[in-house]
């Protein structure tokens, strides 16, 4: 599978088979978070990779979906503004660099026969107890990762047309 038939392929995936993911496809999956590229080379994330049930069951206080505990693997990527590059104007790049890293494991995933599903929609005061986070590491998105119970359709896009501006 090549980069852009993952890219049009990719679903959202909300419901999941039990069977284990094999650790050297789990760590081949961090690799594509682990190369992504960061403002100023910063990489100012970690990834929490949970398996223990007692810690998923710290993390349903802070995500209530019952989907998303089927999945064998939960991922919580993290970042910490100290670490991350901030422009001149005060913008911080930490969740711009979270969320490539991210995208590059969720591709690399799909590659790989896995699903996931991006969710910000959690309480990041419950993640960050649940995780016992590090410093000013904060929650920024968190995927299930497992193999998929469900064959989404694609969703609609935009037009390019509308998206986008040529001068
Ligand atoms: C930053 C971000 C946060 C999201 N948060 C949630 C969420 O909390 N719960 C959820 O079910 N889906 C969440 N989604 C998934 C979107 O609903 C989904 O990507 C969108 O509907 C398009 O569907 P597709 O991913 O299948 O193409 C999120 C997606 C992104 C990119």
Redesign the pocket.
């Not at 999956?29 to 994330?45: D, F, I, Y």
């Not at 970690?46 to 505990?69: D, T």
């Not at 939960?74 to 995208?103: L, N």
């Not at 929609?121 to 993640?127: G, I």
């Given at each position: 599978m090549d980069v852009m038939e993952a890219i049009r392929q990719?679903?959202?995936?909300?419901a999941y088979k039990p069977d284990a993911v094999p650790e050297e496809v789990l760590l081949e999956v961090l690799e594509a978070a682990r190369l992504a590229p960061s403002a100023g080379n910063r990489q100012p994330w970690l990834f929490v990779v949970v398996r223990s049930p007692e810690v998923k069951e710290r993390l349903h206080a802070a995500?209530g979906?019952e989907w998303?505990f089927q999945a064998p693997v939960i991922i919580c990527a993290c970042g910490s503004p100290e670490c991350a590059w901030t422009r001149s104007d005060g913008r911080c790049y930490c969740d711009v660099d979270i969320?490539i890293a991210m995208d590059h494991l969720i591709l690399a995933a799909w590659e790989k026969g896995l699903g996931t599903?991006?969710?910000?929609?959690?309480d990041p005061a419950k993640v960050t107890e649940a995780l016992d986070l590090p410093g000013d590491f904060a929650p920024i998105?968190m995927t299930p990762l497992g193999y998929p119970a469900e064959v989404?359709g694609?969703?609609p896009?935009k037009a390019l047309a509308d998206i986008t501006k040529f001068m």
């Amino acid at each position: 599978m090549d980069v852009m038939e993952a890219i049009r392929q990719r679903r959202s995936i909300r419901a999941y088979k039990p069977d284990a993911v094999p650790e050297e496809v789990l760590l081949e999956v961090l690799e594509a978070a682990r190369l992504a590229p960061s403002a100023g080379n910063r990489q100012p994330w970690l990834f929490v990779v949970v398996r223990s049930p007692e810690v998923k069951e710290r993390l349903h206080a802070a995500y209530g979906a019952e989907w998303f505990f089927q999945a064998p693997v939960i991922i919580c990527a993290c970042g910490s503004p100290e670490c991350a590059w901030t422009r001149s104007d005060g913008r911080c790049y930490c969740d711009v660099d979270i969320a490539i890293a991210m995208d590059h494991l969720i591709l690399a995933a799909w590659e790989k026969g896995l699903g996931t599903c991006w969710v910000g929609a959690f309480d990041p005061a419950k993640v960050t107890e649940a995780l016992d986070l590090p410093g000013d590491f904060a929650p920024i998105v968190m995927t299930p990762l497992g193999y998929p119970a469900e064959v989404p359709g694609a969703k609609p896009r935009k037009a390019l047309a509308d998206i986008t501006k040529f001068m």
